[in-house]
């Protein structure tokens, strides 16, 4: 059954009264137990397999939105999360599967950008901060020798972030950006800032937000690129919409069967 025709079945069962509904989940669990995806998840995660698959059930069961994506988008991103070796447990902070548009996206965030960096053991520090009110003192963008005073802070408000690394070679890098230019940059490239779901719109998220944007074209920029580093800049959501693409996933061609609720797939 093909990822259209499975909707199409859920659309006329809801609307004839034919059979119940499909459980949020229940698509997600049919594609993961179907052979074709766990021949794929055993080649790519071996042992992992099994707590990958209950990981994106616990995942879609605990998210509305997510419950609203196309059931497949849902598997392949958190699929490339995985080959990644980054969790998505929204606490952590490496990575998420996020919707847009009713499909769901693979995002990596700052902490995984890091993580991945530090990886390829090129990388003698790392690092992204930011700067708040009172504590930035002066830059010079040519020489950038940055100067704050961390004991100067008078606010919680946010006015700078800065991105540093430093190679096992001795090049060094710093950036700095504003608050106001991070803000003019996701307006220029993000399709889903203005959204009202999107992480930009939201107090908690905004300096993740913000900080991933600094390490992620200070790193794309200047950083050393692992493979590992090229793909997640790739598959990323962000770097798509800023990119001009919509955000999208390679399905894989896989025959299941959607059982209603209550039911089971195994």
Request: with cysteine; glycine share 6%; proline share 4%.
């Amino acid at each position: 059954m093909s990822n259209q025709q499975l909707n199409n079945a859920l659309a006329s069962r809801a609307a004839g009264g034919q059979a119940p509904a499909a459980a949020p989940t229940a698509s997600v669990k049919a594609i993961l137990a179907s052979p074709a995806m766990k021949k794929k998840m055993d080649e790519i995660l071996g042992q992992r397999a099994a707590q990958f698959a209950a990981s994106i059930i616990t995942l879609v069961g605990n998210d509305n939105y997510l419950q609203k994506c196309e059931p497949m988008s849902v598997v392949q991103s958190a699929m490339t999360a995985a080959i990644l070796d980054l969790p998505v447990d929204k606490n952590l902070g490496y990575a998420w599967v996020v919707p847009y548009k009713n499909v769901a996206s693979f995002q990596i965030g700052w902490k995984g950008l890091v993580q991945l960096a530090l990886r390829t053991a090129q990388y003698r520090a790392i690092n992204a901060i930011p700067v708040y009110e009172g504590q930035f003192k002066s830059w010079n963008p040519l020489s950038e020798r940055l100067e704050v005073d961390f004991e100067a802070k008078k606010s919680e408000v946010v006015t700078h972030y800065v991105g540093y690394f430093e190679l096992n070679n001795g090049f060094k890098k710093t950036v700095l950006w504003t608050r106001d230019g991070i803000i003019a940059h996701a307006k220029k490239y993000s399709k889903s800032y203005s959204y009202s779901s999107s992480a930009w719109q939201d107090p908690d998220k905004f300096d993740g937000m913000a900080l991933k944007t600094v390490v992620r074209n200070m790193l794309s920029k200047w950083g050393i690129l692992s493979i590992e580093m090229q793909r997640a800049f790739t598959e990323d959501e962000d770097t798509k919409l800023e990119n001009g693409q919509e955000p999208g996933v390679e399905y894989v061609d896989v025959d299941y069967e959607v059982v209603g609720e209550g039911g089971s797939n195994e």
